[in-house]
């Protein structure tokens, strides 16, 4: 009878509707989001061009350091940061190529679905918002069609060439700037554009529609440092953290490092905008149209302009030249630099590490000053004066790789899940042919006050400015 | 009307719980029927000796009991009882009719096939190895006690004949890499599921999601699971054999049994180990690399064991305290663990068996592998110059020993983990055939990790100016597991005729809740343990939670007690699955056959010759279930500067399902000679279909990775395990084992997805791609010219096969008049390839050998020469040598019953193919994120082959004194 009561007793509570609210074992709350508990919701569209803004620093994590690499202006002597780009050897197998074209695809796709679905479903939302997720897909396609030669457009999609890109781009920022009239940033966006695709009439424009609005404009991608991203670029240049060397061409060794820690909770930030392109461009403008001495004035208001940007003084003493050979490359303000072996050497290029704190301009800096452009009256020279200027200004942008005309192939990746992607074209890289593969060659004996590079690559661009790849108002 | 499947298959699942929880408070009282009482003593056929803990128990009744420590036994059995029944691992079973006898003495011999023994392999009560058409592995009490070792994977390295176990770091509580057949899955880890006594324990033993970041050494579960008390340790091999298991247990089940009580008074143990600890410096390029990190440190362990009871109520209760000091400055480790258990006859129809393990385990830890603060492995690698000639280079040594000395006394790493695993088993013997069981039980365990980075530590290293003080941090990990399981199964045993039937039904579920927090603090100010003190904090979280329920049944039956079929299925659900996938059909089925037992084969081969001869085949499915939460699309939500950043996340998928391995294998046991030779050979066949893949979509999406189930995974090969009583004399008997184990691994389809890697290093990781292993190493391949030069390099080659293509163990057990034994165990591998990263960081710092030509030794394209670097894994390693000696009886007098003395060496040899690198052990692999994206995870596959700056495991010497009294 006992036995038969606990029996009756369990089975009413196995059975009781309210045993099953007491204890429920298969009740899993994924504690995530997902895109129905975030479309429409309040405050989404702002929240989501936070993260457009975001990407974009993930984007400058993708591309900056390889372009560096890809250029003359950084050589990797002992890292796990990409050594392929730096002998020019860019290939579609490379995993850094898959990168770079992911995470411009990721900002390009995150901002078309805050345009179709976000924005829409978001009674809160601000015409700002709309035109900032513009702007952010014109960015994207903006960096697709200068860093790569054909990429597709849209997910799966055939390969387009660089210029489909760029075309697309400009419908995107005349949307934002239409949404949102007078912002320096889309007009300076479209002047980039214009002046990747050659249009000196437009790109002077939009040039100087942007230094109207905002003669000091500067726009950044921000890093953060408590929750990441972190900033791999200023990993690569001042962290000593991790197993990285990267090393500056010597003439741009007082530029470097452009990134340093500011705090364990500040990352530098990288200004993927700023005013000083916008002169920087009328200035080539003026020279295509043989107005020397209109660029010359251009050139100078550059050098005012930079100089008026902050330079930052910290101690770089953790770093070396290099970090495993220390003193095989110029570390000292004794050493004097030459462009090439038939350029002058030149003083003040290289800075002392050990010495105590270095100032750094963050940025903008140029060793060009108003009296070396009154002493350049050819075209030649003042062209190679502003690709110097160009190089210096944008040092550690990733730019100089675009200015050499450098293009990457589509990624492998992309190859074997895409059926569009054609072998050929599609998956090799464009290096102009006049680029040396040891551009950042120097020669410098350790101990001695001379440094030589071994190619002025500013007056190679100028040489072959007729060329398709460079120096687009040729 | 429509019935909402989903939630009658929840409701079902809530009342299996009920059900067993019903059971853990039902208490039924009996009294005994009179009948007559019968002792007697059970000894060893062998040496005479008497045999403890032997099973006694009246035939076809739950009624009995255990020998005590000198082998005698007492018991009331029912006036009706006429056989009384003896079994015990590893010896023969044997039954007496009692004819009116109220002494029974029974001598009981051993069986090298342990066809006899009485196994669990799946979710039933236990069923006899005979009758299996697939293999179980037995570690029994015995073997576990020549193992001076403290943690479950470290006791079975070398014990399981066709499994390897590798600890992948010798510092404190890190993680192993246990393999069996191959790698199954390209996500989840092969880390077999595991049970105590019934309930499912936490088994992660990866990198927790949230977790430090030591460059490679992560803290496994393994390391503190409570072991103390261990009757046995079965493992079922991944595949067929675990179909009953369901949709995680692909990898295999190790289930662990808490030792029962005997009947009498208290039997007490006590046992004190003590020893050296000392790091191996075998794998050291240069000397000085021993002489600068280690130390020998001081091992001392101390164990108390009480185990008695009276007929009806056994317990046992033992504890175990723990502390090494360490091979390395600032490396120890405290373990305080306690186990208990009661067996309670209740009634001559209901037992409750509950047992309860507790563990405490504190350790800290140095950084290592791919860190710039690993100091030591800085030496090795050359980070302080050539250490041959520091001599010249006296700065190069004082700058060791200073960085050295800093990283000693002022970094920071301690881990603390409490664990309380507690089980209840409730059996019901309604009638004779039929058993019904109910477990239900726990798992909680909760760590905390804490690393604090000092600004005078940053300053020290050389990783921030002199005069920084603001940049010091903390960062607190706490993670929160709670497993809860629960199962009911009822099994029927009946005969008719010549045949014989067991037949089990039963459903199960469990449920995993894991929450993890990192709280971080940077600007922190000098000085301060407390996130507190710090200018900025952040925190993360992570939740995984899921549910598993299902419903199986098994039917085996047997025909003239040598013909043997099995066939059985079970139905899964889990919370993971796709919203579009519903119960999960996993099917067995197996056939086996004892042809020994034959009489035309008895008339033919005399039992002299061939023992034992069964064969046996089988196939069987069981599954990897994918990652909670891994259907469902997401947007993520980042902070950012301050704010909350919208992002797209995973894509989701609706059809998410577990990955599902299908085995077939087949083969046989043979005992020879009197059973001196006794052989297993199993052939398996194994195919992993819907694998679940994190492959990329093509980058143009912009779409994160997502778990799919895209791919095709084969592992085949052979399982071949010996053992050889080499002497069986009056005084000597010696055994020697031995097995091998073969495995071909391929990646058939990737399901159309290109190819992706498991981690590793931008230049040169493990991979997927058709046709290749799992994780091969893929890398530049450099040709050089006849001067040296880089001729020309083959970019994405196959440079190698992380999974070795054969391994298995060796053992020695030999004994002199039972009072003498050593044993001896290691195991090995070969046919696999590993990174020698130590290599390519020498080649950096200009220290490094001559396998790179002069003309191509530009560092700047040191991604052209992967390949250099890629150098064969195999080793044979001596895991355990262990003497022990018994004290005679008679010198004992009535004080103790037994004393035994052990000397042991653990680690004491190395025999190894590569170049100053310990193929074992991995320095990278155990991931936290899935596959090409940032998302935390958990429990990923962990391809190894990554050989750097870790320490192997240690060599320690230890003594042991057991006295029982």
């Known amino acids: 009878m006992k036995k038969l009561l606990i029996a009756i007793y369990f089975l009413s509570v196995c059975f009781l509707p309210t045993a099953c609210d007491f204890l429920n074992p298969t009740e899993v709350i994924n504690p995530n989001l997902t895109d129905q508990s975030v479309i429409g919701t309040v405050g989404s569209a702002e929240r989501w061009v936070i993260g457009l803004q975001r990407q974009n620093a993930l984007v400058y994590n993708g591309i900056v350091d390889i372009a560096e690499l890809g250029s003359d202006n950084y050589v990797n002597t002992e890292t796990f940061f990409n050594q392929q780009f730096d002998g020019l050897t860019i290939s579609y197998q490379d995993p850094d190529v898959n990168t770079a074209q992911f995470t411009i695809a990721d900002l390009r796709q995150s901002a078309a679905f805050g345009i179709e679905e976000v924005f829409p479903a978001d009674a809160s939302a601000e015409v700002t918002d709309q035109a900032e997720m513009y702007f952010y897909r014109g960015w994207a396609k903006l960096l697709s069609g200068e860093l790569f030669r054909r990429l597709p457009l849209e997910p799966d999609g055939p390969a387009v060439p660089s210029v489909d890109h760029l075309q697309s781009a400009i419908t995107d920022f005349q949307q934002a700037d239409q949404l949102v009239p007078g912002n320096a940033s889309y007009q300076l966006a479209l002047a980039r554009v214009y002046y990747d695709l050659g249009n000196a009439a437009e790109a002077s424009q939009h040039a100087q529609a942007a230094i109207n609005i905002d003669p000091e404009f500067l726009r950044s991608v921000e890093y953060d440092a408590l929750n990441a991203p972190t900033s791999d670029m200023q990993d690569a240049l001042f962290d000593r953290g991790s197993f990285d060397d990267l090393q500056p061409l010597p003439r741009l060794d007082f530029l470097d490092p452009k990134y340093y820690g500011r705090s364990a909770s500040e990352e530098s930030p990288i200004y993927f905008q700023k005013i000083e392109e916008a002169h920087l461009i009328i200035a080539e403008a003026q020279l295509a149209a043989g107005q020397l001495a209109e660029a010359q004035a251009t050139m100078k208001n550059i050098v005012a302009l930079v100089q008026t940007r902050p330079l930052e003084s910290f101690s770089d003493a953790a770093e070396d030249r290099t970090d495993d050979n220390p003193s095989s490359r110029p570390d000292s303000t004794i050493v004097e630099v030459r462009a090439s072996p038939q350029d002058p050497f030149r003083a003040g290029l290289v800075l002392n590490r050990q010495g105590g704190e270095v100032s750094v301009p963050v940025v903008s800096g140029t060793s060009v000053t108003a009296a070396y452009i009154d002493t350049q009256n050819t075209l030649e020279g003042l062209l190679e004066t502003l690709y110097l200027m160009r190089q210096e200004i944008f040092i550690a942008e990733g730019r100089r790789f675009i200015d050499l005309g450098i293009k990457m192939p589509v990624s492998e990746t992309e190859l074997l899940a895409n059926s569009d992607i054609q072998q050929g074209e599609d998956i090799q890289a464009l290096i102009p042919t006049f680029l040396p593969t040891d551009m950042d060659a120097i020669e410098f004996t350790p101990g001695s006050t001379q440094a030589t590079i071994k190619y002025n690559l500013n007056r190679i661009l100028v040489e072959n400015r007729a060329s398709a790849e460079v120096v687009p108002f040729f | ?965």
């Not at chain 2, 037992?351 to 950084?367: D, H, I, K, V």
């Not at chain 2, 020309?792 to 053992?811: C, D, Q």
């Open chain 2, 1 to 965: 009307m429509r019935i909402n499947f989903t939630n009658c298959v929840s409701h079902c699942t809530r009342l299996l719980f009920w059900v067993a929880c019903g059971f853990l408070t039902l208490n039924v009282t009996q009294v005994y029927a009179q009948g007559q009482t019968i002792s007697g003593k059970v000894t060893s056929a062998e040496s005479g000796e008497p045999l403890p803990g032997v099973n006694v128990i009246v035939k076809g009744t739950t009624t009995g009991t255990v020998t005590d420590v000198d082998g005698n036994y007492r018991l009331n059995v029912p006036a009706d009882a006429d056989i009384l029944s003896y079994t015990f691992i590893g010896l023969k079973a044997k039954e007496a009719a009692i004819e009116g006898r109220s002494v029974i003495d029974v001598v009981m011999e051993s069986d090298v096939t342990e066809l006899s023994e009485i196994v669990v392999t799946g979710q039933g009560s236990g069923i006899s190895k005979k009758r299996l058409a697939t293999t179980v592995d037995v570690v029994s009490s015995e073997d576990l006690a020549n193992t001076p070792m403290v943690r479950i994977d470290q006791v079975l390295q070398s014990k399981l004949p066709n499994t390897q176990i590798q600890l992948s770091s010798g510092q404190p509580g890190t993680t192993s890499i246990i393999r069996t057949r191959g790698i199954a899955s390209a996500l989840v880890s092969t880390t077999p599921i595991i049970y105590v006594d019934g309930v499912r324990v936490d088994n992660l033993n990866t990198a927790s999601a949230l977790s430090n970041d030591t460059g490679g050494a992560q803290s496994s579960t393994l390391a503190d699971l409570p072991i103390e008390n261990i009757e046995r340790v079965e493992f079922v091999k991944g595949g067929a054999a675990t179909t009953l298991y369901g949709a995680d247990a692909a990898n295999g089940v190790i289930q662990i049994f808490t030792k029962k009580g005997q009947a009498g008074a208290a039997r007490v143990t006590f046992e004190t180990q003590m020893g050296a600890i000392e790091g191996t410096s075998d794998y050291f390029k240069f000397d000085q690399t021993g002489e600068l990190a280690f130390r020998t440190g001081f091992l001392q362990s101390h164990r108390i064991g009480v185990n008695g009871g009276n007929e009806n109520v056994t317990y046992t209760f033992s504890g175990n305290i723990y502390n090494d000091n360490g091979f390395q400055e600032a490396i120890d480790n405290t373990r305080f663990s306690l186990r208990n258990s009661i067996n309670a006859q209740l009634s001559p129809k209901f037992n409750y068996f509950g047992s309860l393990g507790f563990t405490n385990n504190q350790f800290t830890r140095l950084p290592n592998a791919n860190n710039s603060r690993d100091v030591y492995y800085g030496v090795d690698q050359g980070g302080f110059g050539d250490p041959n000639e520091w001599d010249e280079n006296p700065e190069n040594r004082e700058e060791a020993i200073r960085v050295q000395e800093a990283t000693s006394d002022l970094y920071d790493l301690t881990e603390a983990v409490s664990r309380f695993t507690t089980s209840h088993n409730f059996t019901y013997n309604p009638i004779e055939e039929v058993t019904i069981k109910a477990v239900i039980g726990l798992d909680s365990r909760n760590s905390r990790t804490q690393e604090i980075l000092t600004n005078a530590y940053q300053i020290a290293i050389g990783e921030v100016p002199e005069g920084t003080v603001d940049q010091g941090t903390i960062d607190n990990y706490t993670r929160n597991f709670l497993s809860t399981t629960g199962s009911l199964t009822a099994q029927y045993e009946a005969s008719l005729n010549d045949f014989s039937f067991i037949t089990v039904v039963g459903g199960q579920f469990f449920r995993n809740d894991d929450r993890q927090i990192n709280a971080a603090a940077s600007n922190v100010v000098e000085g301060s343990q407390s996130i507190n003190n710090a200018a900025d904090n952040t925190a993360e979280d992570f939740i995984y939670t899921v549910t598993n329920y299902g419903y199986f049944a098994k039917e085996n039956i047997g025909f003239l007690d040598r013909y043997f079929v099995d066939f059985g299925f079970r139905i899964d659900y889990n919370t993971g699955f796709g919203s579009n996938v519903g119960g999960q059909f996993f099917p067995s089925v197996g056939a086996s056959y004892v042809l020994s037992d034959e009489p035309f084969f008895t008339n033919a081969i005399p039992t002299s010759v061939i023992s034992t001869l069964k064969l046996r085949a089988t196939y069987g499915e069981a599954g990897n279930f994918p990652p909670p939460f891994a259907r469902d699309p997401q947007i993520n939500a980042n902070p950012y500067l301050g704010g909350t950043a919208f992002q797209p996340g995973q894509p989701g998928d609706p059809n998410l399902k577990p990955e599902r391995v299908q085995t077939l294998e087949f083969g046989g046991d043979l005992s020879l000679l009197d059973d001196r030779i006794g052989v297993g050979i199993t052939y398996y066949d194994q195919k992993t279909t819907d694998a679940l893949f994190t492959a990329p979509y093509a980058p143009s999406t912009g779409d994160e990775n997502q778990t799919r189930n895209l791919g095709e995974i084969s592992n085949k090969g052979f399982e071949i395990s010996t053992n050889f009583l080499v002497l069986n004399s009056e005084s000597w008997t010696m055994n020697i084992g031995a097995s091998i184990n073969t495995v071909e691994n391929e990646v058939l389809s990737t399901g159309g997805a290109p190819e992706f890697n498991l981690g590793g290093f931008l230049f040169l990781g493990p991979f997927v791609k058709e046709g290749l292993p799992v994780g091969y190493l893929r890398g530049s391949k450099p040709t050089f010219g006849p001067n040296g030069e880089l001729a020309s390099v083959e970019e994405n080659a196959n440079l190698g096969n992380p999974i070795p293509k054969g391994f298995g163990n060796l053992s020695l057990n030999a004994t002199y008049k039972n009072r003498l034994s050593l044993y001896i165990g290691g195991d090995y591998q070969y046919g696999s390839q590993s990174v020698n990263v130590n290599e390519v960081l020498r080649f950096f710092n200009g220290v490094a050998d001559d396998r790179v030509p002069e003309a191509s030794s530009d560092p700047n394209q040191f991604f052209n020469l992967a390949g250099v670097w890629i150098e064969d894994a195999d080793f044979l390693k001596i895991r355990n040598i262990t003497l022990t000696y018994t004290l005679p009886s008679q010198i004992l007098e009535n004080v103790f019953s037994n004393i035994s003395v052990s000397f042991s060496a653990l680690n004491p040899l190395n025999f190894y193919s590569a170049t100053n690198f310990d193929p074992e052990i991995t320095g990278s692999g155990a991931r936290a994120t899935l596959p090409g994206t940032n998302t935390s995870a958990q429990n990923l596959v962990n391809i190894g082959a990554f050989g750097y700056g870790t320490f192997s495991q240690p060599r320690q010497y230890l003594g042991t004194l057991k006295l029982t009294f």
